[in-house]
């Protein structure tokens, strides 16, 4: 039940109710689950899904049939193997050997993770790892290959950075743009990967998505890039830093200084710049979404990409992401999800929408403000590209494009003017039909016609003053008249 807080809200925001509401009732999903066909260690992977994701398990629940499985458990997979990562009480000589050999592990028949710290959220998946092993042999062996292959590489480069210290908040941390595309790129990069070559192998999306490798790259970049610049607050709280050095070192001189409120101007144009980084995908997110076959496909990619876009606008030039976490309100989140879940056009509708807001927003006295406005510039360029706003006029009906279609439409007009022929007559023959039936039961019932007309005739000999006419013409009546005055 919302809140008393909540009501207030909505009361004053009723744009925003209005969106949940039309989601609630109108979304039907385009595929649903059949949880009578499913195994006991299949549900629990579903109940894993559901308590590790919050913005992917609805759109995973209504993909295909023939994907869905295939989808949960390589979320689950990389789900398990991130918990593990993300541990810090796990020590490093314990962490780094199961990081490179998760893509062996998931293979071993009973293998279960019971030494995480008793705060990490994930635990449970890890200490029921089993149930998620057994559901993965039963994968078609082209789905497990690819699973297998992008969780030994996504593996390895975790590894690689917890290795080396990269994210203790009292180190540089990432130091450059490049170190931070590529953590991007081992932990959402190769997962765009692997769910485009999962659809492309059950022929939901164009296997030309495999040639070009730098859209799917960017679909897994830009909402990793954008989970960073939202979480930034929460990660420095958790010690850990993925803002590259080659970027903030340009505005402060040490990393803590961005969270100082003398430094509000600094941050902010330490923040744009970032956000700029994100921004430069946003075409290729679109391009990646052209190639999409299948409806449920399109929305599970497209859903994310729309939230990503909004939550840009929502970090841009907002000082509250140095100080707590930023989100969109649930109401622009149902909104999102209901034109996200049509066509490509309604999709780069909402692109043009935000980054024109982005635009809008963006400071002249901040250093990116030029690069923000080419960014932003190059995504409407691309919608306008494949979807032009402005069409020039055309009337068929003057300028026919060939003899056939002048043939056609002169055929059409023909058609339409004898049907408003059938039309008209249809309707005077019903009325002259029922009146005729009108007539005849009201005869037989014993009305007097006669009365009727001779009554009609004489309002219409007042009206048109006729009535003296009439009155000369009629026989005299010379029987004396009858006074009863007397009586």
């Known amino acids: 039940m919302p809140g008393v807080k909540d009501l207030a809200y ?11 509401i039309q989601w609630k009732v109108w979304h039907n999903p385009v595929h649903e689950r059949d949880e009578s066909k499913e195994s006991e260690s299949l549900k629990r992977c579903f109940h894993f899904l559901a308590q590790t994701s919050r913005s992917f398990v609805a759109v995973i629940l209504e993909l295909h049939p023939d994907i869905l499985v295939s989808v949960a458990i390589f979320y689950l997979v990389l789900r398990g193997l991130d918990t593990i990562e993300d541990d810090m009480t796990i020590p490093l000589a314990k962490k780094e050997p199961i990081l490179r050999d998760f893509h062996n592990i998931i293979e071993q028949d009973g ?11 994930d635990r449970q998946l890890c200490v029921e790892f089993n149930v998620v092993i057994e559901e993965y042999k039963k994968l ?4 497990q290959a690819i699973i297998k292959d992008i969780t030994k590489r996504m593996g390895n480069g975790m590894a690689d950075y917890v290795k080396n210290a990269e994210f203790g908040i009292d180190d540089n941390g990432v130091n450059t743009v490049k170190d931070y595309e590529q953590y991007c790129h081992y932990v959402a990069g190769l997962v765009g990967e692997g769910c485009t070559r999962l659809f492309v192998e059950e022929g939901k ?8 490798t730098e859209l799917h790259e960017s679909m897994g970049q830009f909402l990793q890039q954008v989970n960073i610049i939202r979480d930034i607050k929460e990660d420095f709280d958790d010690k850990r830093r993925f803002w590259p050095k080659e970027i903030w070192s340009k505005h402060v001189d040490n990393f803590e200084d961005l969270f100082k409120p003398e430094n509000k101007d600094k941050a902010l144009a330490c923040s744009s710049e970032m956000i700029l980084t994100a921004l430069r995908r946003a075409d290729d997110c679109l391009f990646f979404l052209a190639g999409i076959k299948e409806q449920s496909v399109f929305n599970f990619c497209a859903i994310p990409q729309s939230m990503a876009i909004a939550t840009l606008d929502a970090c841009f030039q907002n ?6 976490n930023v989100k ?17 056009q309604l999709v780069c509708e909402v692109f043009k929408r935000y980054t024109r807001k982005i635009h809008k927003k963006s400071n002249p006295h901040d250093p990116n403000f030029l690069q923000i406005s080419i960014a932003c510039g190059k995504t409407e360029q691309f919608i306008e590209s494949i979807f032009p706003s402005q069409k020039p006029p055309v009337d068929e009906k003057k300028n026919p494009t060939n003899v056939e279609e002048a043939a056609r439409l002169k055929k059409e007009a023909e058609e339409s003017k004898w049907e408003t022929i059938y039309m008209i007559s249809a309707v005077i023959g019903t009325v002259v039909f029922i009146s005729g039936i009108m007539l005849v039961v009201a005869w037989f019932a014993g009305a007097r016609f006669d009365i009727a007309l001779g009554q009609a005739k004489e309002q219409l000999g007042q009206l048109f003053g006729s009535s003296g006419s009439i009155n000369a013409s009629a026989p005299l009546d010379t029987k004396p008249s009858t006074d009863h005055s007397e009586l």
């Open 319 to 324: 000082h509250d992401i140095f100080k707590r």
């Open 140 to 143: 078609k062996p082209t789905h």
């Open 111 to 121: 293998w279960t993770f019971t030494e995480n710290g008793p705060n990490e959220k």
């Open 10 to 20: 909505y009361a004053v925001h009723p744009t925003q109710l209005r969106s949940i």
């Open 328 to 344: 969109i309100t649930k109401g622009d989140a149902c909104q999102l999800m209901l034109e996200s879940t049509q066509n490509l």
């Open 205 to 212: 999306a164009n296997p030309a998505l495999l040639k070009r």
